[in-house]
Antibody, heavy 120, light 108 residues
Framework: QLQLQESGPGLVKPSETLSLTCTVSGGSISSSSYYWGWIRQPPGKGLEWIGSIYYSGSTYYNPSLKSRVTISVDTSKNQFSLKLSSVTAADTAVYYCASITIFGVSMDVWGQGTTVTVSS | DIQMTQSPSTLSASVGDRVTITCRASQSISSWLAWYQQKPGKAPKLLIYKASSLESGVPSRFSGSGSGTEFTLTISSLQPDDFATYYC??????????FGPGTKVDIK
């Protein structure tokens, strides 16, 4: 049973880089059946897709965040990571990682989410 | 970019009611649409993928339909556990995703 767990600092200063890692268990991140994605949700607001990565390293980003986002994968650790640079208060959100099925192109397993606050 | 809209934004209903939520895409997305349920403080849960396929383990009272630009999520008989916010999500050929703004289903 696939499980995902986000980890990283809960507080980031403005203008710095937010870094989060998602650890995948119960399955291989090198599976050809999945992409791996990051999604965020500001307080009281809706869901925003940040970007996705395939185990091969191919990446896809939300155009509105593309200039600040880097997603990478570490197959040896069964992890993928998010870096968001030059953060502002508007980046305060719950950040989720999720598996994205190739077949249905939908997010079938989600991490529990981690709250990141941008504040000095 | 493909924009997604949902209607209504809020829906008040009673247990046993038939509930329908509509999602519209700004251009055709074929059947690349999914529906999620989210409860406060929890991660979203996948209900429907490819517009009308029921995710394993999801009760059969949930169903999805549509293609192209207009889609619906129907709950045939609303249960107490179904009061939540529902999001649609599209996937397009540029390998990007967009979520709709959400529909909150609350108790009438």
């Amino acid at each position: 049973q696939l499980q995902l767990q986000e980890s990283g600092p809960g507080l980031v200063k403005p203008s710095e880089t937010l870094s989060l890692t998602c650890t995948v268990s119960g399955g291989s991140i090198s599976s050809s059946s999945y992409y791996w994605g990051w999604i965020r949700q500001p307080p009281g607001k809706g869901l925003e897709w940040i970007g996705s990565i395939y185990y091969s390293g191919s990446t896809y980003y939300n155009p509105s965040l593309k200039s600040r986002v880097t997603i990478s994968v570490d197959t040896s650790k069964n992890q993928f990571s998010l870096k968001l640079s030059s953060v502002t208060a508007a980046d305060t959100a719950v950040y989720y990682c999720a598996s994205i099925t190739i077949f249905g192109v939908s997010m079938d397993v989600w991490g529990q989410g981690t709250t990141v606050t941008v504040s000095s | 970019d493909i924009q997604m809209t949902q209607s209504p934004s809020t829906l008040s209903a009673s247990v046993g009611d038939r509930v329908t939520i509509t999602c519209r895409a700004s251009q055709s997305i074929s059947s690349w649409l999914a529906w999620y349920q989210q409860k406060p403080g929890k991660a979203p849960k996948l209900l429907i993928y490819k517009a009308s396929s029921l995710e394993s383990g999801v009760p059969s009272r949930f169903s999805g339909s549509g293609s192209g630009t207009e889609f619906t999520l129907t709950i045939s008989s609303l249960q107490p556990d179904d009061f939540a916010t529902y999001y649609c999500q599209q996937y397009n050929s540029y390998s990007t995703f967009t979520f709709g703004p959400g529909t909150k289903v609350d108790i009438k």
